[in-house]
């Protein structure tokens, strides 16, 4: 099976600039989660959908972040404006419906560096 | 809020010897998965426990859920250089749509 698509691979740009994500799931899993990686650490949930509804945004930076889900299969997440902070690796991972034992398939993430 | 935090932060393992990492929480955990990063991967799923006390194998993995459902552990007997890599434990709440809360990892270091 195709595993979880996102793009770009890799992304520079300047502080104060606008940049999107692009998340592909796996087909038929109904959530999608945003994580946020910065170096050396675990991955940080930033927002989980369930088909096209969030679920959890509490760790989501809403004044510059924001993602939706639309039809409830592909997601975008985007940065506007960006900080330094926000360096970091952005993965995002599909699992099946709640209350199942599987584990989250993650993509292989996009590289952000903001200078 | 919830922490889980990992222990050792960094593992320096000569080949062939054996090592553990340890996953330890503030408060009870619900479901722990475990998950391997490869330098510049993302991280696989490895495995998941459920019940208090369940020990699961993979070949040279053996993974343990504590008691008292508050730690987990990983163990790796024989390290070869494929072992290498970051291990991340993560508590799965099913109340709380699955949210899966990471550890910091413990970085695997293999030395031939």
């Known amino acids: 099976e195709a595993g979880v698509a996102q793009s770009p691979r890799y992304k520079i740009i300047e502080k104060r600039q606008s940049v999107a994500f692009w998340c592909n799931p796996i087909?038929?899993?109904?959530?999608l989660y945003w994580y946020q990686q910065i170096l050396g650490q675990g991955p940080k949930l930033l927002i989980q959908?369930?088909?096209?509804?969030?679920?959890?945004d509490s760790q989501l930076p809403k004044d510059r972040f924001s993602a939706e889900r639309l039809k409830g299969v592909d997601s975008t997440l985007k940065i506007q404006p960006a900080k330094l902070e926000d360096s970091a690796v952005y993965l995002c991972?599909?699992?099946?419906?709640?209350?199942?034992?599987?584990?989250?398939?993650f993509g292989s993430g996009t590289r952000l560096t903001v200078v | 809020g919830q922490q889980v935090m990992q222990i050792p932060q960094y593992q320096h393992v000569q080949e062939g010897e054996d090592f553990t990492t340890y996953c330890n929480s503030s408060?009870?955990?619900?479901?722990i998965q475990w998950y391997k990063q490869r330098p510049g991967g993302h991280p696989v799923f490895l495995i998941q426990l459920v019940k208090s006390g369940e020990v699961k194998k993979q070949k040279r993995l053996t993974f343990q859920f504590g008691e008292a459902k508050k730690n987990s552990s990983l163990h790796i007997t024989a390290t070869q250089t494929t072992d290498v890599g970051t291990y991340f434990c993560?508590?799965?709440?099913?109340?709380?749509?699955?949210?899966?809360?990471f550890g910091g990892g413990t970085r695997v270091l293999v030395k031939p």
């Open positions: 993560a508590d799965r709440r099913e109340a709380a749509g699955n949210k899966l809360t």
């Open positions: 087909s038929g899993h109904a959530t």
């Open positions: 408060t009870t955990l619900s479901n």
């Open positions: 959908f369930q088909n096209n509804g969030v679920v959890d």
């Open positions: 991972a599909s699992s099946p419906l709640q209350g199942q034992n599987y584990g989250y398939t």
